[in-house]
């Protein structure tokens, strides 16, 4: 069993930078691909970035890839993602989840991850 808090978000101006943490719980959390999602309202979840265990692979979505770094410290439980040069679209609760090896599959697909924290509002003004 793993679970996830994260935290970080905030109300930001565009152009700006915010990090949010996913803290998790559980002495296996080593071993979890880690994914951050995004949901706005009225839209579907959507992927945002992921990573594996050992952080030699990382995945990103087009709208993230150049902006967004993801990151992960095993010795702490957490994971990060370094969110650069906001854009108001990018607006949106931000959730962590985790998942087995098989989510190298697609990291993309959020049923393939096991457990989700309960999201941090990210606020990006224009």
């Known amino acids: 069993q793993v679970q996830l808090v994260e935290s970080g978000g905030g109300l930001v101006q565009a152009g700006g930078s915010l990090r949010l943490s996913c803290a998790a719980s559980?002495?296996?959390?080593?071993?979890?691909?880690m994914g951050w999602f995004r949901q706005a309202p009225g839209k579907e979840r959507e992927f945002v970035s992921a990573?594996?265990?050992?952080?030699?692979?990382?995945y990103y979505s087009d709208s993230a890839k150049g902006r967004f770094i993801i990151s992960r410290d095993n010795a702490k439980n957490t994971v990060y993602l370094q969110m650069n040069s906001l854009k108001p679209e990018d607006t949106a609760v931000y959730f962590c989840?985790?998942?087995?090896?098989?989510?190298?599959?697609?990291?993309?697909?959020?049923?393939?991850?096991?457990?989700w924290g309960q999201g941090t509002q990210v606020t990006v003004s224009s």
């Open positions: 990573i594996t265990w050992s952080a030699t692979s990382t």
């Open positions: 559980g002495r296996t959390f080593s071993r979890y691909v």
């Open positions: 989840a985790a998942g087995r090896d098989i989510v190298v599959l697609n990291p993309t697909a959020r049923a393939k991850y096991d457990y």
